[in-house]
């Protein structure tokens, strides 16, 4: 007697349909033994690639290290918080600023209020405070600039980005867009921290409530504070020594960032770590805080890099017929630049430090932006403006905070010193103060520069700016214009430095600039110290000018007699002679 087919061990059920299909395959096999063949073939092949696929996949995770372990962890626990943040500060749900405590809701006289605020930070802080936080500005990228997005490194082959921001007695309105803005605008995969640095505020809304308001970035953002106020070279130094990100982006407390600022910029760094890397900066109105359309294009992009004169400040050039060969009119391409304004920029975080970081015996800020320029090129860098890079900035009406006496040439001299080599004279010709000014020890800046090997500020004009004019030997005379009549009084362009410009008499002030004059005796002209193209033009018998030096003579041609009195024809400059 049989048992059942219920009562059955499955074992010897699962035995007889695999014999069953045997039989099959054998029967199909004797009837297409060609086809058979081939199929078979086809099955082993696959199967013998997903072994090999999932053997390879096994192989690869088991030799992970566990410190890769636990930076894929890190990875992962940062584009959750981000992406949380995301969703939180999404514009489509607009997020204003609580003003209880630091602003006066009802004042009785809501236009002198305003204007009390404005000179407080000199932009529109009402404006400001009502306008949402977590605004998205749009996207001005050409779409020459979006195709080259195709050619980038996959995000996950770029470096990591710190951004870095420094700030005294800011507006929190303002300080809070320009974070939120990183945040919504930033691979949430690729912002590794945002690094805020107090540089001794005193205003109580960068106080506690500042505190208070970073709680809800759930420690993306690091509050750093000085005790005492120590200028924007040592915080932006103190930053980066926080920042954690493969890369460091330094910007200014009052700006937004553009979709897809990022990617160009890291994309470059990843290509060359000695790459230094400026963001096209537009303009956000101080008054209405829109974006101005007219600077969405902005000097980089319509065809200008940085330059500077000979009195260490920073001015826009014209791009130079070989750098508008070198990008082919392709303005998605990168300008190589000179100089830098300074405000806004990215590079390598360790090759920061290596090249020196900020000169820290500078004071407050001014001239760190032009020392930091000469150092990457002579020094073995590269310094871009990437015009597919976009980050808007508040230029503010006038600047509100107040710094030590004689900064200025404190730092252009400690710059002049280390990196200008024998030009550093054309500098003390244009600034005579700064030869008695106290710069301090420079002897590490120069060791830094002797170890890195550093080329000569020669090369740097011969290779790197060639356009830059460098005041000829020619010139026998140079400096103030006196009258002779009153000493005391003396020829200054009156603030025109574009021609056409009237000329007229100031009090001497000794500080060169205004009152900085050349003497050619070649051409027999006299000439702008900021501009070697700009010439005194006598365009009529009583009036005076600056024009562009058009070689001709006439108006243009200065005679000095004996005593140093300085004519066109019979007509003196203003009864002057040079000092």
């Not at 032009?370 to 006038?398: D, P, Q």
Request: hydrophobic share 35%.
């Amino acid at each position: 007697m049989g048992t059942s087919d219920s009562s059955s061990d499955p074992l010897d059920t699962v035995k007889l349909a695999m014999l069953n299909t045997k039989v099959k395959l054998v029967i199909w096999y004797n009837k297409r033994p060609q086809t058979a063949k081939i199929g078979l073939i086809l099955i082993i092949l696959c199967l013998f690639l997903l072994s090999n696929i999932r053997v390879t996949i096994v192989r690869t995770d088991s030799r992970l290290s566990s410190a890769d372990k636990s930076e894929s962890l890190v990875i992962r626990k940062r584009l959750r918080r981000n992406n949380k943040l995301r969703e939180l500060f999404n514009p489509a749900s607009p997020i204003m600023l609580d003003l209880d405590g630091i602003r006066d809701p009802y004042p009785v006289n809501l236009e002198e209020y305003k204007k009390k605020l404005f000179k407080e930070n000199m932009f529109n802080t009402w404006e400001s405070d009502h306008t949402a936080l977590n605004r998205m500005q749009p996207d001005t990228r050409t779409k020459r600039c979006k195709d080259r997005a195709s050619t980038y490194r996959p995000n996950s082959e770029l470096p990591s980005v710190s951004v870095v921001f420094i700030f005294i007695d800011e507006c929190l309105s303002v300080l809070l867009r320009s974070v939120i803005s990183i945040i919504n605008t930033t691979p949430p995969e690729l912002l590794h921290d945002i690094i805020m640095v107090d540089d001794a505020s005193t205003k109580p809304e960068n106080g506690k409530r500042l505190e208070e308001e970073l709680v809800i970035f759930d420690g993306l953002v690091k509050l750093v504070r000085h005790k005492t106020r120590s200028g924007l070279m040592v915080a932006r130094t103190t930053g980066a020594e926080h920042a954690r990100g493969d890369v460091v982006v330094f910007l200014d407390s009052h700006i937004e960032a553009l979709p897809g600022w990022a990617e160009p910029i890291l994309n470059r760094i990843a290509n060359n770590k000695k790459t230094v890397v400026q963001p096209n900066i537009p303009a956000i109105d101080f008054n209405t805080f829109e974006l101005n359309d007219d600077t969405v294009d902005t000097p980089s992009a319509h065809g200008f890099m940085g330059g500077f004169s000979w009195d260490m400040v920073f001015r826009w050039k014209g791009l130079p017929e070989r750098e508008k060969s070198r990008r082919r009119g392709d303005n998605s391409v990168e300008v190589r630049s000179p100089t830098m304004a300074g405000g806004l920029f990215a590079m390598d975080r360790k090759y920061f430090f290596e090249l020196g970081a900020y000169d820290l015996g500078m004071d407050i800020w001014g001239s760190e932006n032009l020392e930091i320029s000469f150092r990457i090129w002579m020094c073995g860098g590269v310094l871009e403006i990437n015009t597919c890079s976009t980050i808007a900035h508040v230029y503010r009406k006038t600047f509100p905070y107040s710094s030590k006496k004689d900064v200025g040439h404190k730092n252009a001299k400690r710059l002049a010193e280390v990196w200008l080599d024998e030009y550093k004279d054309f500098f003390y010709q244009i600034a005579p103060p700064a030869r008695d000014v106290d710069m301090g020890d420079i002897s590490s800046r120069v060791e830094l520069r002797r170890n890195l090997q550093c080329k000569s500020f020669r090369w740097y004009l011969e290779n790197v700016y060639p356009e830059m004019e460098v005041p000829s030997r020619d010139y026998i005379a140079h400096g103030e214009i006196r009258n002779m009549g009153s000493r005391n009084r003396c020829v200054d362009n009156l603030g025109g430095w574009s021609p056409p410009a009237r000329i007229g008499m100031y009090t001497c002030h000794g500080m060169g600039g205004s009152q900085y004059w050349q003497y050619d005796k070649r051409t027999k002209e006299i000439k702008q110290s900021q501009n070697s193209q700009n010439c005194m033009d006598a365009v009529s018998a009583d009036q005076i000018q600056i024009q562009h030096c058009h070689g001709s003579g006439g108006n243009q041609k200065w005679t000095m007699t004996k005593i140093g009195e300085i004519k066109n024809g019979r007509r003196s400059v203003f009864g002057a002679r040079w000092n």
